[in-house]
């Protein structure tokens, strides 16, 4: 193959059957058949296998040739015409220089002329040249004449891919006889390593010796960069080619730039010689308002250059092409010169960048000065960056070109360089990077695997991350070590600039080439603010979070994944709504659904799917809760109707890319309460019963609700049991068992009667055994404060709530969580329905913690109406406590008897009595405690004479006095780092 001059790859395989039957002594005479089988051919890029291969050439009477060629593996067409194979490029190029009056024709035979047409397939390309492949459906089609010099061609492919450039859906018309255009070229887009052309067109026209070329064409990754260039091509009286650019715009990263703004038909061209070896560049200048770039110099054969690049005012933003994570902007000023004279070159470059900045951070002035040596293969490197009078910047070192590779040796020194340039590596996830760092680095290496090394201390360091909205500062001096293709940072302290709270911090930062850059990095902490959201639509949950635990954050900084493995420390307050809450008709004053589960009701699914998107943050929450924390369900955010409280438990959220929301876990309730809010007119606070949960298995809003609330009153059941001789109020429990899924609870109510005997008891519960009239009963008692009769409402239930209210009001006046006594009024309206008369009564709840043994609870009150004897009621209850843990307590109490009876007056029960409390798991354990305790005790107290080796050491307990010393002089409103309740 080489040998005939088909190919220039001498390492080539041909391997295949070859049958020949021809005629002639050259290739313009020769006809027969050649038929290939089983062939393969091998070269650098691939095996390539042609099965089957038929050429034909024939001669009809007339002398002309036909050539056809069948290879569905390879090419499918033919070339039918007269010609000689020496002369068909003279014919081309004559057909082409009929466009200028001054061009000299090649001498060429009369009668020639040739028509082709042609399917290519990629292998046929491929074998003669391995860098270019075609996609299928590739055609080609013209004709050329001698004597009428005519020029046709047309060419169409799917994709053609050259030099690992890529050619989208191509069409080229060429056609020197058409009045209207001579070549049309249209392509979807063409792909290179570093930029994206789309929607190129270009068409040309002859006229006055000149072709006229108009092209357009967007560019860039969005296609926002577009491009109106205008050009021509002529001949001069000496044969050589120029080709010029007349006014053309030139709009890049939303800039309008001008080539040849002032339209000087002198300068703006490039001049060249017919074998392409001189090129001349004269004055071509690319504008933008006072902003310029400037290109001249020569090219004369290989060993012969002198060129020239200017940059006068440039900003720095509108040529720089987009780089991820990073923004360039300041006045770029000076030249670049590379100059080479045979084997002596001499590059230089002068540039100064005003006002730098990246990612908006103001860096100052750089300096960039560049020389080469005479041998072009080593170049001196000084780089200087002022900012504020001092050098914040400077790179020294050498780069030199050995065996075809690019060598660094630069040591760099860093003086409270702004980190802030840095602000975006961590896309939407991690933001706010800042602070300022100082020391010395070094690179060294290839270009291509270069190796860092060096020590740098930073200092006013910070980040934030958005989706906690947590911010973190770092220690001073945090040491950050620079190797290879990592920034370790060693572990230091960080703080949370909210509420000061403290971690450590430790890990690296992985790059490749200052480019896909990956964290991961630790954290550990006794307690660390971890959340810190407001709510806001859709959001699964909002709050406070402190930590005790670890975390984790890794990950390519697209896709981070933050992990957390911690319980929660005190002045954690989570909240969970329910997102787009809707009232039903059935059971309104506390069943709510959402949109989609309305739409899935008919088939049974009740789950939510979350598609909000989560900007490349991966999350998962492993959170042990305690009972320093509080978890609120909010039912309803625009009346507050929902239930918070203390207990134990553990959450897992789990967050992905995608979309999904998840949650893990279980939540036993201790203590809380439920804010029960129904049509504006029930406002009340139930207590949460302990032993409550709250179960979630993967859907944050299919959580299963076991809950029970009481709300403790008072009120006449005579309408219960159709009694009118009735006429006292008695405390009243109404329950609400809260149980299902947490967007469609299924609530039911009980009302005890915790004062009445059995026998009265039975005989209410009775009437209220239907759960609708339960229900009914229960809801008109909290709204009014008294039962329903079928009497209707009375102006007394009404006012109920009012009264209910002031006495609130005042309770909250009248004390406080620190107060030594804490007062709350009360006042029960009077009921004077007939045969409901009941009494009014003003009283007041005491509690005051007399010292740290005494305590006293109680409640006292006055019948006010005169409808039974004037006489103080009430229930009183003193506490002392024995010893000093509170396990040996004693009573005195004074209490209202239970009501058994109708008609039962009111009476008092006193007495005494004495408590101990005792934790075990065993019996045995029981009675270690009871009894040894007090022999051990004897044993320790006659024992006088201790050891010295007993004794704390003396250092430890000065320590430890200055510790509680430090602890109380540091001790602030807001020490703890819990935030305000609103």
Request: aromatic share 10%; charged share 25%.
């Amino acid at each position: 193959m080489v040998k005939l001059n088909f190919i220039k790859d001498s390492i080539s395989v041909f391997r295949g059957d070859i049958l020949v039957k021809a005629t002639g002594n050259s290739l313009d005479n020769l006809k027969g058949n050649l038929l290939l089988t089983n062939a393969s051919y091998q070269n650098k890029k691939d095996i390539y296998f042609i099965d089957y291969l038929n050429a034909n050439s024939s001669f009809d009477t007339n002398g002309e040739r036909a050539i056809t060629i069948s290879s569905p593996d390879a090419i499918e067409g033919s070339v039918i015409g007269k010609y000689k194979f020496s002369q068909l490029q003279k014919m081309v190029e004559n057909s082409l220089g009929t466009f200028y009056a001054n061009y000299k024709p090649n001498k060429v035979l009369p009668n020639q002329y040739v028509k082709f047409d042609f399917d290519l397939n990629s292998k046929i390309i491929e074998i003669f040249n391995p860098e270019i492949s075609l996609a299928k459906s590739t055609k080609l089609k013209g004709n050329i004449s001698s004597d009428s010099k005519n020029f046709k061609l047309d060419f169409t492919s799917p994709k053609v891919v050259a030099y690992d450039n890529t050619f989208d859906n191509i069409l080229v018309q060429v056609d020197n006889k058409n009045p209207l255009y001579n070549a049309y070229v249209q392509l979807d887009s063409i792909k290179t390593k570093h930029y994206k052309i789309r929607d190129f067109s270009m068409i040309n026209t002859f006229s006055n010796d000149t072709l006229h070329f108009r092209t357009e064409f967007k560019g860039g990754k969005q296609g926002n960069d577009f491009y109106n260039l205008n050009f021509y091509h002529t001949i001069t009286d000496d044969n050589k080619n120029v080709v010029g650019f007349n006014k053309s715009e030139l709009q890049f990263k939303d800039y309008l730039w001008f080539l040849n703004e002032k339209e000087n038909t002198e300068n703006n061209k490039i001049v060249f010689d017919k074998k392409l070896s001189n090129f001349s560049f004269e004055d071509i200048i690319i504008s933008h308002g006072n902003e310029s770039i400037n290109f001249v110099g020569m090219l004369s054969g290989k060993q012969n250059k002198d060129l020239q690049l200017t940059f006068d005012n440039v900003n720095l933003n509108k040529v720089t092409p987009d780089v991820e994570k990073f923004k360039f902007d300041g006045n770029l000023n000076g030249k670049i010169n590379f100059k080479q004279s045979n084997t002596v070159f001499q590059p230089t470059s002068t540039l100064r960048i005003d006002s730098l900045k990246v990612n908006d951070i103001a860096l100052g002035k750089m300096n960039l000065d560049i020389e080469g040596d005479e041998t072009l293969s080593k170049f001196h490197l000084n780089s200087n960056l002022e900012n504020e009078n001092f050098e914040a910047f400077n790179a020294n070192g050498d780069i030199e070109i050995v065996d075809g590779k690019t060598l660094l040796d630069v040591d760099l020194n860093f003086d409270r360089f702004n980190l802030g340039v840095l602000g975006k590596i961590g896309g939407d996830v991690i933001t706010n990077i800042r602070g300022f760092v100082s020391g010395n680095a070094r690179i060294d290496g290839d270009i291509n695997d270069l190796d860092y090394n060096g020590r740098l201390f930073v200092n006013e360091a910070g980040l934030t991350i958005p989706y906690l909205n947590t911010d973190y500062v770092f220690d001073k001096n945090s040491i950050v070590d620079v190797t290879e293709s990592k920034f370790i940072v060693r572990e230091t302290n960080i703080t949370d600039t909210k509420f000061n709270t403290k971690g450590t911090l430790s890990g690296f930062i992985k790059h490749k080439q200052f480019g896909d850059w990956q964290l991961d990095l630790a954290i550990n902490t006794k307690r660390l603010l971890a959340l810190n959201t407001v709510d806001e639509e859709d959001v699964a949950y909002y709050g406070t979070a402190f930590m005790n635990g670890s975390a984790t954050i890794k990950g390519p900084t697209n896709n981070l994944m933050i992990k957390v493995e911690a319980e929660s420390a005190k002045g954690t307050d989570i909240k969970i709504p329910i997102n787009d809450a809707e009232a039903v008709e059935d059971n309104k004053y506390i069943h709510y659904v959402t949109p989609e589960e309305k739409k899935k009701k008919n088939n049974k699914d009740n789950t939510i799917k979350e598609t909000k998107n989560y900007g490349g943050l991966e999350l998962e929450f492993d959170f042990e809760i305690t009972e320093v924390a509080n978890i609120e369900v909010i039912l309803s955010r625009e009346s507050g109707h929902g239930m918070k409280g203390k207990g134990n438990g553990t959450l897992l959220f789990r967050i992905n890319t995608l979309g999904k929301f998840e949650m893990f876990g279980d939540f036993s309730v201790v203590s809380g309460t439920y804010n029960f809010k129904y049509g504006g007119l029930i406002d009340k606070e139930f207590k949460v019963r302990k032993g409550g949960s709250i179960v979630w298995t993967g859907d944050p809003l299919a959580a299963v609700l076991n809950l029970e609330a009481v709300y403790k009153t008072s009120a006449n059941p005579a309408v219960l049991i159709d009694n009118p001789s009735f006429n006292k109020k008695v405390d009243v429990e109404v329950v609400i068992g809260v149980r299902g899924n947490l967007t469609n609870p299924e609530p039911d109510f009980n009302i005890n009667f915790p004062t009445v005997g059995s026998t009265l008891k039975s005989e209410i519960q009775y009437k209220l055994d239907d759960k609708d009239a339960r229900q009914t009963q229960a809801l008109y008692l909290l709204s009014t404060g008294s039962f329903l009769s079928q009497d209707g409402v009375n102006q007394n239930q009404l006012s109920n709530n009012l009264f209910e209210k002031a006495s609130s009001l005042f309770g909250e006046i009248f004390s406080g969580s620190d107060d030594k006594i804490s007062i709350a009024p009360e006042y029960i309206v009077a009921d004077r329905t007939p045969g409901q008369q009941t009494d009014g009564r003003f009283g007041v709840t005491v509690s005051s913690k007399i010292n740290d043994r005494i305590t006293v609870n109680g409640k006292v009150g006055v019948p006010v109406g005169g409808i039974t004897e004037t006489a103080i009621v009430g229930d009183l209850e003193v506490q002392y406590r024995v010893n000093e843990d509170g396990t040996l307590n004693l009573r005195v109490f004074n209490k209202e008897n239970d009501i058994t009876y109708i008609g039962q007056g009111i009476g008092y029960t006193q007495g005494i009595g004495m408590s101990y409390e005792v934790d075990f798991d065993t019996f045995t354990e029981l009675v270690n405690k009871i009894f040894k305790n007090a022999k051990l005790a004897k044993v320790n107290s006659a024992n006088n004479d201790i050891h010295d080796s007993s004794l704390p050491d003396r250092n430890i307990i000065d320590k430890d006095t200055q510790n509680k010393e430090k602890k109380e002089e540091d001790l602030n409103p807001n020490s703890e780092a819990i935030p305000n309740e609103d």
